[in-house]
Every structure is written in structure tokens, then in C-alpha cells.
């Protein structure tokens, strides 16, 4: 029996030719496009003669992919460019797609088999792209220049502040510009501007200290006393040293006696420096000890106690003096004496005040001779505050 003569094939041959019918035939759409004879670029000429190379078709996808990948991007965009060309004039059994993509888009496919060429329908085989989406979502089909332009419209059609919204901000910058300001002044002036109107009043009472020579203990501890202005400090003896770190660090624990002057109850001129006003950020707790020493007139008195003794002192010159009047630490205009120095106005360095008083009691005659010892270096400036936060600011730059 000859295979052709198959009832059944035929059967089913017969029924295929039904289907497809109204199919074109595909060697007739070979030859339409192939009749066009428009010139291959390189990209077609390739997939031609991969084609018609007899190649089984899983070869030919696989060398068409491996083509592909290779081409620079530009050149990607020319067999894009090509695609729509054939297509907008292949025959009328041509598939045109659904929607072009952008000429700026360029397709890179991720995996070798979401991209396959199929087999040449006209002059160049091409690769087909489908868009895909995920379930629920919608695919959006506009172009770049599409979107730019919504963008651009929108941007368009914004209203305009209202001058409610100018005067909004411009409270808002005043208002946080004004913080700054506040900031920095606490920061770099509170020891000028804020601290001595503050931190005095923590110490001082408005009832002066009362002393009663003929009752009152004398503290072991040795101190200025000044009733008058309710100060009660400590002195610092122990400091032989006058350079000017040394007498910073002695003057966080009190009163300072400066080391190349006479102790009380010695004769000659006892010298004592305390801090007016400083930044509250340094250290110490006697940084405001002569904060109100300028409320002192002729005639108040002062006290200093050292070994067990108390020694009176009654003010009788106060004055104002230039940093680099050193004579104030010297022997006074009177015998037996007693200095009281810190810096003026308070919080600066500019000045010095200087309070001088006398010693009343006990009697001046039954001193000591002076036992302080001399300095090889002279000091060519009076001592003064700690430096402020803004002259190390400015001394560090």
C-alpha cells in the first residue's frame, strides 16, 4: 500500500486546508517583500544568511540572540529604527504591533528566551517585544515626550503664593535668624551682658554680713570678708607662682594673693585679685567674687583672716586703672595696706579697679617684716579675667 494513499491523513490534511484557507500563503509573502528590493543594512543582511543557511530554528534563535547582546546601544536602536520601517512597508499580510515604542527606548532583554527572532517573513527577521504587566496593573503606553508634557502642565497650572504665605515666611526666617543671634551672644557675651546681673544675685543678700571684733570667731579657713557687699571668700596663699596660668588656675579656688606681695598682718602693700564676671562655661565657682567690689566707698570696711587672726582694713581710695599700670601692686601711698583688684566693667579686660584700704586694726605697729618673695620676672600687665568664649574663639582662628 503506498503511504500517500492514507484515507486518514488525507482526512486531516483535508480539514487543515479548511482552517486555513483564508491564510495567505507564506512563499507568495516571500516573494511580494522580496520583490520590494530595498537594500539590506547589515543587521538584515546577517539574519538573511543566517536564515537561509538551513540552520534548525533553535540555531538560528540562539546565534540571532548572541548577535543582539553584542551590538553597541546605538546600534540596537538602528535594527529598532529598521523594524518599524518593515513594517510600515511590508505586504498586507504583514503584522503591524499595537504601539510603537519611543525612539529614545532601547530594548535589552534580561533572559535568551524572552527575546526570539522569528523566521524571515520579508526581507529582515525581526525580534518581537510584548509589553507585559502584572495582574491588576495597567500598562502605560504614552511616550516620554507624553509625560514631560503632563509634567510641564501641571507645573503650569500651580497657583501662586499668596502674600499671606510670603509674610509666613518671612516671620519664620526672622523668627529663627533672631534665635541665632541670641544664641551666639549668650555664648560668646553672657560674661559682659547677662552673668553679672544674674549670677550675683545667687551669693549676695540685701542684709550686709555684721561683724563684732569682740565676739566673733575667727574662721581657721583664711578669707576676705566684705560686709558691706555680703562677700565671704576664700584666699589663696599657697600660689608662688605669678605667671599668668598659674594665677588663672589658682583664681577657680577664691581670692588670689599675689605671691611677690606681703601676707596680712606684714608690712607693706597685700595685694589680692578676684575674678568681676566670667563665662559661665569655665570653671571654677569665684568667678563673679568682685562682681559688686565697685559699690565700695570711702570709709567701708574689709577684712582678712590668715592663721586664726583677723586684720581690719577701712577703704580709703577707689580708682579706675589702665591693664598695664603695674605700680598698683606695688607699696602704697600708706604704710600698711591692704589692695582689692578685678577687672572693669565687669565681664571685660579693659580695665582694672583698684580698692585700697588701710589697716586699723590690730595696731599697724606690731607687723611683721614682709616676708614675700621677689620675682626675677616683671609682670608688664595687671592680671585679668579668664580669657572670654569669644577671645578663644578668635585667638583659635
Request: hydrophobic letters at 35%; a neutral charge.
Amino acid at each position: 500500500m503506498d503511504p500517500k494513499d492514507n484515507p486518514a491523513a488525507d482526512l486531516i490534511r483535508q480539514k487543515l486546508s479548511n482552517i486555513y484557507a483564508d491564510e495567505p500563503n507564506a512563499k507568495k509573502e516571500v516573494a511580494e517583500v522580496l520583490d520590494l528590493k530595498v537594500p539590506l543594512s547589515k543587521h538584515q543582511q546577517f539574519m538573511y544568511d543566517l536564515q537561509a543557511s538551513g540552520k534548525p530554528l533553535a540555531e538560528i534563535q540562539t546565534a540571532w540572540h548572541s548577535y543582539y547582546a553584542s551590538l553597541p546601544d546605538h546600534e540596537k536602536h538602528e535594527v529598532w529604527q529598521e523594524f518599524y520601517a518593515s513594517n510600515e512597508h511590508s505586504s498586507k499580510f504583514a503584522t503591524k504591533p499595537s504601539a510603537q515604542m519611543p525612539a529614545t527606548a532601547i530594548p535589552e532583554p534580561a533572559k535568551a528566551e524572552s527575546v526570539l527572532p522569528k523566521p524571515i517573513t520579508g526581507h529582515f527577521p525581526v525580534a518581537e517585544l510584548k509589553p507585559t504587566a502584572k495582574p491588576g496593573r495597567k500598562v502605560d503606553n504614552r511616550t516620554i515626550a507624553d509625560i514631560k508634557n503632563n509634567i510641564l502642565r501641571n507645573v503650569s497650572t500651580t497657583k501662586r503664593l499668596k502674600a499671606k504665605h510670603h509674610f509666613q515666611s518671612l516671620v519664620f526666617g526672622l523668627g529663627l535668624g533672631s534665635l541665632v543671634v541670641l544664641i551666639l551672644l549668650f555664648s560668646f557675651f553672657n560674661e559682659r551682658f547677662i552673668a553679672p546681673f544674674i549670677t550675683p544675685s545667687r551669693h549676695v543678700s540685701a542684709t550686709p554680713i555684721i561683724i563684732d571684733p569682740n565676739s566673733t570667731a575667727v574662721d581657721p579657713q583664711p578669707k576676705v570678708i566684705i560686709p558691706k557687699i555680703n562677700v565671704e571668700i576664700p584666699v589663696v596663699y599657697d600660689e608662688p607662682s605669678i605667671s599668668d596660668n598659674a594665677v588663672e588656675n589658682a583664681l577657680e579656688r577664691g581670692v588670689l594673693h599675689y605671691a611677690t606681695t606681703p601676707d596680712p598682718g606684714q608690712h607693706g602693700n597685700v595685694v589680692l585679685f578676684g575674678h568681676s564676671s566670667n563665662n559661665i562655661f569655665n570653671h571654677g565657682q569665684y568667678k563673679f567674687a568682685f562682681v559688686l567690689l565697685s559699690r565700695l566707698d570711702n570709709g567701708d570696711l574689709f577684712y582678712l583672716t590668715k592663721d586664726g587672726k583677723r586684720y581690719t582694713y577701712q577703704v580709703y581710695e577707689k580708682r579706675i586703672v589702665k591693664p598695664t599700670d603695674v605700680s598698683v601692686m606695688g607699696p602704697a601711698d600708706k604704710p600698711d595696706t591692704a589692695t582689692l583688684i578685678t577687672c572693669d566693667p565687669p565681664g571685660t579686660s579693659l580695665n582694672r579697679l583698684v580698692v585700697t584700704g588701710v589697716q586699723i586694726d590690730p595696731d599697724p605697729t606690731t607687723n611683721g617684716a614682709s616676708t614675700a618673695t621677689s620675682s626675677t620676672v616683671q609682670p608688664k600687665i595687671v592680671p585679668s579675667n579668664s580669657p572670654s568664649l569669644w577671645q578663644r574663639f578668635t585667638n583659635w582662628l
